[in-house]
Nanobody, 115 residues
């Protein structure tokens, strides 16, 4: 069974920074992609950023230039550095691991940006 555990998040003022981390454990295909999605109240879950195991990245237009996704040194770990945060970034952030046809999700961590 694959488990994803997120850490980080919290409350920050607009213009501030936060860092999210995620570690996956269990039986995981080596060829995978990890990423972050977010869901604001009343809205659908949306992609924030993804990174493959060879380092290819993809970002939502709304976070390009402000957020950076990176793989950790430990296997199947990923971080999201979020700078210049805006109130519109307020959401629950979910870690995702996609391997073959499977998608695994963390429980989510709240990010709140005050104006």
């Amino acid at each position: 069974q694959v488990q994803l555990v997120e850490s980080g998040g919290g409350l920050v003022q607009a213009g501030g920074s936060l860092r999210l981390s995620c570690a996956a454990s269990g039986s995981i295909f080596s060829n995978n992609a990890m990423g972050w999605y977010r869901q604001a109240p009343g809205k659908q879950r949306e992609l924030v950023a993804t990174i493959t195991n060879n380092g290819s990245t993809n970002y939502a237009n709304s976070v390009k230039g402000r957020f950076t996704i990176a793989r950790g040194n430990a296997k199947n770990t990923v971080s999201l550095q979020m700078n210049n945060l805006k109130p519109a970034d307020t959401a629950v952030y979910y870690c995702n691991l996609h391997a073959w046809v499977f998608d695994y999700w963390g429980r989510g961590t709240q990010v709140t940006v005050s104006s």
